[in-house]
């Protein structure tokens, strides 16, 4: 008897067939898909990428690393993109250790970091795409002995809690999930009325929240 539903990040193809077939009508919020077949909102995650990593390069850094999700395409891509965008703008370069993908949960990046650290050139700071992924890859840092932010710098995306509130407090990008609440609503109640007009609406996140995590090498 729903008039509309809202999911939370990406469904599958038989729960969007059933919803299609009876036709009620629903929003994806964050929806990692490149290119969703559903209404959904999305965060330009490239952008924070971007943006995340720029301030490293604004504090000096020259020598980031790279972790990211590999096991969810889409947005590992749009991540690398906008890290990868930033390093080429200020011709920067990275060692292929640099950049590890196999990053899902604080554990995993754990491993990340330490596959970095374990390369012959040491970078001085590193982008995760995501603050979970920054927490676990400081909490590596920490027990091979490194000093955050003082041998290495951390920036991520996402302003979980956990961000504010782990040891150094992480500098991140403040997704705009209010942002992409209020817009789901917007699209679901278009929908109800007969009157969408847009299919995938993309929220700009872009501020960034700095905390304790990066070192300025500029001071």
């Known amino acids: 008897n729903a008039d509309g539903v809202i999911f939370l990040q990406d469904i599958d193809n038989e729960t969007m067939y059933e919803l299609n077939k009876i036709k009620i009508p629903y929003v994806v919020i964050d929806s990692q898909k490149a290119n969703p077949e559903y209404v959904s909102v999305k965060s330009d995650y490239e952008l924070s990428s971007y943006v995340s990593t720029k301030y490293l390069i604004e504090c000096g850094h020259k020598k980031i690393a790279f972790i990211g999700m590999s096991k969810v395409p889409d947005f590992y891509i749009t991540s690398f993109n906008g890290y990868k965008r930033a390093i080429s703008e200020h011709s920067l370069s990275f060692y292929p250790d640099w950049i590890q993908g196999d990053a ?40 091979m002995g490194y000093k955050i932010p003082y041998d290495i710098s951390f920036s991520s995306i996402d302003n979980i809690a956990a961000a504010e509130y782990c040891r150094p407090k992480l500098t991140t990008i403040d997704i705009d999930k209010v942002g992409m609440g209020e817009k789901a609503i917007e699209l679901l109640d278009a929908q109800i009325n007969n009157c969408l007009s847009e299919k995938v609406y993309v929220v700009k996140s872009d501020k960034i929240i700095v905390r304790d995590s990066v070192r300025n090498l500029n001071e």
Do not use: R
């Open 104 to 143: 899902y949960d604080d554990v995993s990046a754990y491993n990340c970091m330490k596959n970095i650290l374990s390369s012959n050139e040491i970078p001085t700071a590193v982008f995760c795409a995501g603050d979970i992924l920054a927490i676990g890859a400081m909490n590596c840092a920490h027990d």
